[in-house]
């Protein structure tokens, strides 16, 4: 049907292969290091630069940090000094120190963050709608070659939002097939399993069976699947969703139970510890793009990083108690277990919020936000070792140095997979857009 | 309709271009878009390319001459040896350029830049282009067989009188990869296709058709008939000789009659009726039964709703339900579409007495308010105008700002705002009173000159005395001057019944998106016209056609390009796929929030929760209606309501909750038949009947005694034969 062709044309994936110069990625990803999967933390509520990986001692006392800069295994890199773990593995990390936008709230930064396009404007509730950028994970999926059992995109365990649904998590006008299978439930929990993945009460492997004759026994009269492209596309579905469902292969990447007791608890038995686990695991078992949320909320005192200092929500308190630590025992943990398995050079830790925080300590002694500059962290895949790109100035309030904006680093995080940000996809209105609108970090490509 | 872009790379030299002294209006500019220069993801984008920025699709042909020949110090043009400028040297990749070679050297494209920098780089004497339009010559070609190239000539007709020969300095844009413009205006087309190639110049565009069929096809007798659908369709299909399939049988047209007017299927009693009727006439009865049936203004009211965004989160639970009681009502008393049209215009008042009025409440701008009703009253998008002028058509930033200052004078009066999210702006939870304020005007963006309001399309600019702007608007939707509406509305009404529209996208009527059939178009829109905009004679028109009620295609049937020789297959709708499921099982299915809803057609919002108060995850239910496509209702487009399928959607259906629920209730229809001692036979009757709205076949009921006989226990036998029958494709698809 001609109707067909104008659908795969809809996509603008031919489209820019054909029409568009598309050399340059070519050209210059030739011998370089491939991301075959991303791990994004994403770190809701925006944390502080200043109090983690861009300390600055010297500033007057209204700016500065209760905490000491520590050296690290980076030479030269000191970072805070409640990272201790954190700082054994500065040499396999690259940060970028230089990340700035002008988004000041949590829904619009957000959504800026997780799809590395600028909203339309600065809004509270930005609408998730089919208007705004898809997820990056949702445009990885339609343009990598990888199939497998396990799906593309995952995503768990939360939804974020401020309010309403922070936009940016999933497929948006890509339309539903690239969505993030995404896992709502608390991998730290007993007896964590996935509801797909469960038949209903009753129902077990031989009336399955049934059930399935039946299914096939009726397709077999009409011949649809023979005939028709929609009834095919049905079907592989449920071919797919029964795989997974009697797959052993499935169940063990999903199945957090069957993992040494040691490594569950060197993640921390917290939901974001084993929400960092499960995405190794994911790995491992072939997904190409995983976002785990470290908060459904913005802060609070076991929720995000929006140290305000609110009464009864005190910044410091908050970070010794619980983010810093938190932090310290999941983001190395992962690196090296990675690292352990001979995976780091494959997967690509990408550690970011959607903003920073103000250098001048408020009232409250909290800390608002900040997206004038602020820093972000790489481990692994297609990005340097030990490295730190872009400065920001004396107070950490700017850029002096290589300023960077986050559609460079979705420009970048595609070109590490080996996909042209250049490619472009068609919006609801047939825009042909950018996957990307930004450049390439070429000084942190490995 | 997708377009995309040619380059012309190197065209041999015309006969009416003036190379030796090139103008920079009539020459230079059309070379930026023939390469393709000035596009969205090159130099035309918001920031441009390498510090280069030129206008959209050249659409500001002064800004493209100060660019190229002003800014940057002037380093783009080197008036002493033309040939280094960087422009040039760019342009033919003599140094690095990420866009590539746009020209060969010694082109005409390269020979008219050289020589107009030669010259001097000058500006043209005046920035009127001097053209009233463009025109292709053949405006349609037929190819068939082998035959795959043929020349066409883009003429431009002056102001002055007379025409030019521009067909060497045109940019093209073509609807498929297989219609290829190539060198000096000839077109290649490598496929059996039916496709547009739309040729731009200087801010004009004129399309062409290009059909291409094998030579095998026999020609087509003449049409035999009365009806003016089957004429229409038949004779567009006799020129690509494709016949069409036949009348498909009586268990087809049911199910497809029961979902397309009542979004519905029949109870086993309704099809057993039905199937045993023996009068010529039954498809007409049901289809004047089905007309009456309140599910028909229910189906119809959820399609309206999904356009007017009637939904919780502006329009609070009370305006969602009095607003879609409204609307229901409307399609209940087969009110004139028009009619609707300028009450939903010129609603003002508490939009809880006056529940039209709903439809600004969930439009608080002007730009949205004209976008939406440009969209959903007239087929047109005019959401690119709002910043540039439209890239595929006529539509100028000016048109589009003097039809939003239709809508700058609605004022919202929140009478109270009991807004679960505080810092929620788009949330509202009480009462509104929409009002007209005495002053207010859109502004020119460039101008910042106020502008008064002008019906789209060239028609009338009213004065700043007119008392209510909107009430004219509403007036015009429906007179014969607008030719926007009647036409818009058709191809809606064409599209839900036949799957597709005769313009595709559906709200996407343009200059350059042409209808596969333009006199059935017309006559569409001409028997809705006479029948005053009402819905009903032309949903009965359509349905009673042959070409509705056509077989869908089969193996080895040809491909009619999207020309209706065969009925579309496509998916049951969201709604009606949980209505169907609840239909089979005689089990009534609940909606959290409308207790009052029993069927999902007739729940009047989205269902869903959106706010940080009732953080709770969605219901099953909506999670389930959600994942098939049901819309979230925030845009005003057909195409937020997905038609995909996916994964997501196959889990539901074989371990999610809403289906099991209502497979293992005892009081459904698989529990009132077994207690009322129903054989096998009979009750796998009732389930055919009402799934498929056919009966079973021998091999079905022989293998269906085989899996009630092995299962353990005859109750969990018939859940899983039912669940069988429900996952079917032929369950699942309207065929």
Redesign the interface.
């Known amino acids: 049907?001609?109707?067909s062709?104008?659908e795969v044309?809809?996509t603008?994936l031919?489209?820019s292969a054909?029409?568009?110069?598309t050399?340059?990625l070519n050209a210059a990803a030739a011998g370089r290091k491939k991301t075959k999967t991303v791990i994004f933390l994403h770190q809701w509520g925006g944390p502080s630069h200043l109090d983690t990986f861009d300390m600055k001692p010297l500033v007057p006392d209204a700016y500065r940090s209760p905490y000491k800069p520590a050296p690290s295994s980076l030479a030269g890199v000191p970072i805070c000094d409640r990272l201790p773990q954190m700082a054994k593995v500065m040499d396999r990390v690259t940060l970028v120190r230089s990340v700035h936008h002008e988004m000041k709230n949590h829904n619009s930064a957000g959504y800026y963050s997780l799809s590395g396009y600028a909203p339309p404007s600065d809004?509270?509730?930005l609408?998730?709608?089919?208007?705004l950028f898809p997820a990056y994970g949702s445009i990885v999926s339609k343009f990598s070659q990888r199939a497998g059992k396990i799906?593309a995109f995952c995503s768990f365990p939360h939804v974020i939002?401020?309010?309403?649904?922070t936009p940016g998590q999933q497929a948006s006008f890509l339309?539903?097939?690239y969505?993030p299978?995404f896992i709502?439930q608390d991998p730290n929990q007993a007896g964590f399993s996935l509801?797909?993945?469960?038949?209903?009460d009753?129902?077990g492997s031989a009336?399955l069976a049934?059930?399935?004759?039946?299914?096939?026994?009726?397709?077999r009269?009409?011949r649809?699947?023979?005939?028709?492209s929609?009834?095919r596309?049905?079907?592989e579905?449920?071919s797919?969703?029964?795989e997974m469902?009697t797959s052993t292969e499935i169940r063990k990447a999903f199945d957090l139970s069957s993992e040494p007791q040691a490594i569950r608890e060197r993640y921390g038995r917290t939901t974001y510890g084993q929400s960092c686990l499960l995405a190794r695991r994911l790995a491992e078992a072939g997904a190409s793009f995983i976002n785990v949320y470290f908060s459904p909320q913005i802060g609070g005192c076991e929720g995000g990083w929006d140290t305000h200092g609110f009464r009864e929500k005190p910044m410091y308190p908050i970070m010794d108690k619980y983010l810093l630590p938190l932090t310290d025992q999941t983001l190395p943990t992962l690196i090296l277990d990675l690292e352990d398995r001979g995976l780091l050079d494959s997967t690509l830790v990408f550690w970011a919020g959607e903003f920073g925080r103000t250098p001048k300590i408020n009232n409250l002694s909290g800390r608002d936000h900040w997206p004038q500059c602020y820093t972000v962290l790489f481990a692994g895949g297609g990005i340097k070792r030990g490295y730190v790109h872009g400065v920001s100035d004396a107070k950490g309030a700017f850029p002096s140095l290589d300023p960077v904006r986050p559609e460079d680093l979705s420009a970048t995080l595609f070109y590490s997979m080996g996909i042209d940000p250049?490619s472009?996809v068609?919006d609801?209105?047939?825009?042909?857009l950018?996957i990307s609108?930004g450049k390439v970090i070429e000084p942190i490509l490995a | 309709?997708?377009?995309?872009?040619?380059?012309g790379i190197g065209l041999v030299l015309p006969a009416q271009v003036d190379s030796l002294s090139p103008n920079f209006l009539n020459e230079v500019a059309p070379i930026l878009s023939l390469g393709g220069c000035n596009q969205?993801?090159c130099h035309g984008?918001l920031h441009g390319k390498g510090g280069f920025k030129l206008s959209l699709r050249g659409e500001d042909p002064a800004y493209d001459y100060d660019a190229l020949v002003k800014q940057a110090g002037g380093r783009r043009i080197s008036n002493p040896i033309p040939s280094e400028s960087l422009v040039v040297q760019k342009a033919i990749a003599k140094v690095p350029h990420?866009?590539?070679k746009r020209f060969k050297e010694n082109s005409i494209p390269y020979t008219l830049l050289v020589n107009w920098i030669a010259q001097g780089s000058l500006p043209p004497k005046s920035w009127d282009p001097g053209i009233t339009s463009i025109e292709i010559v053949p405006k349609e070609k037929l190819l068939v067989g082998e035959e795959k190239e043929f020349s066409i000539r883009v003429m431009a007709l002056l102001k002055k009188g007379g025409v030019r020969d521009v067909t060497s300095l045109v940019a093209y844009d073509s609807?498929?990869?297989g219609l290829k413009p190539t060198l000096d205006g000839k077109v290649v087309c490598d496929e059996f296709?039916?496709?547009t190639l739309a040729a731009r110049f200087l801010g004009k565009q004129a399309p062409i058709r290009v059909i291409r069929i094998p030579q095998e096809t026999k020609s087509l007798p003449p049409f035999q008939g009365e009806n003016f659908i089957d004429k229409a369709v038949y004779q567009k299909l006799a020129q690509i000789r494709i016949p069409p399939k036949g009348v498909c049988s009586d268990s087809i047209f049911l199910r497809r009659a029961f979902l397309d007017l009542n979004g519905q299927l029949p109870t086993p009693q309704e099809a057993r009726a039905f199937l045993a009727d023996k009068t010529p006439a039954k498809r007409e009865k049901l289809v004047d039964q089905l007309l009456d049936r309140a599910e028909f203004s229910q189906l119809w009211a959820m399609k309206w709703s999904d356009l007017l965004r009637n939904e919780e989160?502006t329009l609070d639970a009370k305006g969602v339900r009095l607003f879609y009681d409204w609307i229901r009502r409307s399609f209940q008393d087969d009110k004139p579409l028009d009619q609707f049209a300028l009450e939903l215009l010129s609603a003002r008042g508490s939009t809880y007495s006056q529940p039209a009025g709903n439809y600004y409440r969930g439009l608080r701008d002007p730009e949205t308010r004209a976008e939406a009703f440009a969209q959903v009253f007239l087929g047109l998008?005019i959401?690119?105008a709002r910043c540039h002028n439209h890239p595929f058509d006529r539509w100028t930033q000016e048109d589009y700002h003097r039809l939003a200052s239709f809508f700058s004078r609605i004022q919202y009066q929140v009478l109270e705002n009991n807004r679960r999210?505080i810092?929620?702006?788009?949330?509202f939870a009480g009462e509104q009173i929409v009002w007209l304020s005495r002053s207010g005007m859109t502004l020119d963006p460039r101008t910042r000159q106020p502008l008064l309001p002008r019906f789209p399309g060239g028609g009338e600019t009213l004065s700043g005395q007119t008392p209510d702007w909107l009430l004219e608007l509403g007036k015009w939707v429906g007179k014969k001057d607008n030719p926007f509406f009647a036409p818009a509305q058709a191809n809606r009404v064409w599209f839900h019944l036949m799957g597709?529209g005769i313009v595709?996208?559906l709200e996407?009527f343009r200059s350059t998106n042409l209808p596969i059939n333009p006199p059935l178009l017309n006559a569409l829109a001409e028997y809705f016209t006479q029948k005053g905009y009402r819905l009903k004679p032309l949903v009965k028109a359509i349905v009673l056609s042959q070409t509705y009620q056509a077989s869908?295609?089969?193996?080895g049937d040809p491909?009619?390009?999207?020309n209706f020789a065969q009925a579309k297959?496509?998916?049951l709708k969201a709604e009606e796929l949980l209505d169907g499921l609840s239909r089979v099982l005689d089990f009534p299915a609940r909606f959290p929030g409308y207790p009052e809803a029993e069927r999902a057609i007739a729940v009047p919002g989205t269902g869903l929760r959106?706010?940080?108060a009732t953080?709770g995850?969605d219901s099953s239910m909506a999670k389930f209606l959600q994942?098939f496509?049901k819309p979230?209702r925030?845009?005003t487009?057909e195409?937020?309501r997905?038609e995909?399928?996916?994964?997501?959607?196959?889990?539901h259906?074989?371990?999610?909750?809403v289906i099991?629920e209502m497979l293992?209730a005892p009081e459904n229809r698989i529990g009132k038949l077994l207690t009322s001692g129903a054989s096998d036979e009979k009750i796998l009757k009732e389930f055919f009947l009402t799934a498929?709205c056919r009966y079973p076949?021998v091999?079905?009921e022989n293998?269906?005694a085989v899996?009630i006989k092995?299962?353990a226990d005859r109750r969990?036998?018939w859940?899983?034969?039912v669940?069988?029958?429900v996952?079917?494709?032929?369950?699942?698809?309207r065929?």
């Open positions: 049907m001609s109707c062709r104008r044309l809809k603008g031919a489209l054909g029409v568009f110069p050399g340059l809004d509270q509730r609408r998730d709608s089919q208007e799906p939002r401020d309010g309403s649904i339309g539903k097939s969505d299978f709502g509801p797909e993945l469960v038949l209903p009753g129902v009336r049934n059930r399935r004759e039946m299914m096939d026994l009726v397709d009269q009409t649809l699947n023979e005939v028709n929609k009834a596309g049905i079907g579905n449920y797919r969703a029964m469902l250049k472009e068609r609801s209105l047939n825009r042909p950018p609108p | 309709m997708s377009f995309f872009l040619y380059f969205g993801a984008g990420e866009g590539g609807s498929d990869f296709m039916e496709g989160k998008r959401q690119c999210d810092l929620d702006k788009h949330e597709r595709e996208p996407d869908a295609s089969a193996p491909d009619d390009f999207g297959v496509r998916s959106y706010s940080a953080r995850a994942s496509g979230s925030s845009l487009c195409c937020e997905s995909e399928t996916t994964l997501g959607q196959a889990f259906m074989i371990s999610g909750p099991h293992s498929l076949s091999q079905e293998q269906v899996i092995r299962s969990h036998g859940e899983d034969v669940w069988g029958i996952n079917s494709k032929e369950f699942l698809l065929q």
